[in-house]
C-alpha cells in the first residue's frame, strides 16, 4: 500500500480541500454530494495528472458531459464543442489530451494536425456521429445535385470531409439562415434538423431541410411529459433544452439551446430553479458554478463520455495506447478542415 510522507500528505490535504471546495455542492449519479473522502479519493490521481500535463506540455480540454473529477480536477478548459474546438486551434502544447467521445478527439485533430491529440475513453461513439457514413453523404450529394451539405459537428471525420459546412448546436440555426441556398442536405441529427426547420420558419427564413441520420440516444428520451412533472412539481421552474431534443420538448421548454447557451442563460437570470434537459454533467457544471440556485436533471447520461475517467486519463499520459490517440489520414484532415473553417467564417 502507497503511505505518503509528511510533504505529500500535505499536498494530498491541500488538493482535497480544493476539489471539495469546487465540488462539494456537485451530486453523483445516486444523488448524494461529493463529501471530503470522494475528494482524497481523486487527489490522488489530480496531484499525478497535473505533474504529468506540465513535463509533458500537454493541454487537457474537456467537455462539460464528462466527469466533474476531470473537468474541476484537471481540465485546462472545459465548455460545449464550440469552444473546445477553438481551444484546439489556439493552443502551443504538444499534446491535447481531449476528454470527451471520439468525434471530439477527431475534430482537434483535424484542427491542429501537428499535435498529438489523445483520448482517454479510446473510440467512445456517439449514437448521432454513428448514425451516418460518408458513402451514405456521398449518394444524398449525388441525389441532390448543387445542394449544399450542413453537418453537425457530431460527425467522423470522414463524413466533415463530405460536407461543405460544419456546424455545433450553438451555431447551427444563425449558420444554416446564413445559406444563401433554399434547400439544405444536413446530417446526422433528424431531431435537430426538425428543430432547424422550425427555427428557420420562425425567423421567416424560407429553406426546405433535407435530412439523414439519426438522434442522441440521451436527447431522445425526453418527452413533452417530462417538462409537464418538471412544472407540476417546482412551480416556476424555467426548463432549458438542448437542441436535440424532439421539437415538442423544445416548444415546451422556456429556452433552447447549447450547453455554454443554457449556462449563459442561468447566469443572466435572476430565476433560482432550472430543469435541465441535457445530459446530468452539464448540471454538475451548473450546480458547481451556481450554488445559489437549484437544478434539477432528469435522467439523461451519456455513457461514451463517462468512459473517460482520472485512471484513463493518467494512463493516457503516461503512455498512451494505439487506440487512445487520434490518427487520420492527411486528405481527409485537409477536406474535413475546409469545413470546419466554413463554420468558423460564418460565425464571425
Ligand atoms: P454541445 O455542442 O452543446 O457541447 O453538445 C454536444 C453534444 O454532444 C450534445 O449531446
Ligand atoms: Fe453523442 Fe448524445 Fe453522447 Fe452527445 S450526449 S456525445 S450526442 S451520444
Known amino acids: 500500500m502507497f503511505v505518503p ?85 489556439d493552443t502551443q502544447a504538444d499534446i491535447i489530451l481531449f476528454a470527451g467521445v471520439w468525434f471530439m478527439a477527431e475534430t482537434a485533430k483535424i484542427l491542429n494536425p501537428s499535435k498529438r491529440v489523445i483520448i482517454p475513453a479510446g473510440h467512445a461513439g456517439c449514437t448521432l456521429a454513428d448514425a451516418i457514413t460518408e458513402e451514405e453523404v456521398r449518394s444524398l450529394r449525388a441525389a441532390h445535385p448543387g445542394v449544399p451539405v450542413l453537418c453537425y459537428v457530431n460527425s467522423t471525420a470522414g463524413v466533415k470531409a463530405q460536407s461543405d459546412v460544419c456546424v455545433t448546436s450553438g451555431n447551427v440555426f444563425d449558420i444554416a439562415a446564413k445559406m444563401p441556398q433554399k434547400e439544405l442536405i444536413f446530417v446526422p441529427d433528424l431531431l435537430m434538423a426538425r428543430n432547424l426547420e422550425i427555427e428557420l420558419a420562425k425567423r ?20 413533452v411529459e417530462h417538462v409537464s412533472v418538471l412544472r407540476r412539481k417546482y412551480p416556476g421552474i424555467k426548463v432549458l433544452a438542448h437542441p436535440e431534443c424532439h421539437p415538442e420538448v423544445c416548444a415546451a421548454a422556456d429556452y433552447v439551446g447549447s450547453t455554454q447557451a443554457m449556462t449563459d442563460y442561468v447566469a443572466q437570470s435572476a430565476d433560482k430553479i432550472f430543469g435541465v434537459l441535457t445530459e446530468q454533467g452539464l448540471v454538475n457544471r451548473l450546480e458547481a458554478e451556481y450554488k445559489d440556485k437549484t437544478f434539477i436533471g432528469a435522467f439523461g447520461i451519456c455513457s461514451y463520455m463517462k468512459q473517460n475517467t482520472l485512471d484513463n486519463t493518467m494512463r493516457a499520459l503516461l503512455n498512451p495506447s494505439p487506440d487512445q490517440e487520434v490518427q487520420l489520414p492527411a486528405e481527409v484532415i485537409t477536406q474535413a478542415r475546409k469545413s470546419l473553417q466554413n463554420m468558423f467564417e460564418m460565425s464571425r
Open 5 to 89: 510522507d509528511a510533504e505529500q500528505q500535505s499536498l494530498l490535504e491541500k488538493e482535497a480541500h480544493r476539489l471539495y471546495g469546487l465540488l462539494s455542492s456537485v451530486s453523483h449519479n445516486n444523488g448524494e454530494k461529493w463529501s471530503l473522502p470522494d475528494c482524497y479519493k481523486a487527489a490522488f490521481y489530480t496531484l499525478r495528472i497535473n505533474r504529468l500535463k506540465k513535463e509533458k506540455n500537454a493541454i487537457i480540454l474537456a467537455h462539460s458531459y464528462t466527469v466533474p473529477e476531470l473537468v474541476y480536477g484537471v481540465a485546462d478548459f472545459s465548455g460545449d464543442s464550440y469552444a473546445l474546438s477553438r481551444k484546439a486551434v
Open 204 to 223: 421567416g427564413v424560407k429553406k426546405k431541410i433535407i435530412a439523414a441520420g439519426g438522434s442522441c440516444c440521451v436527447h431522445n428520451k425526453y418527452k
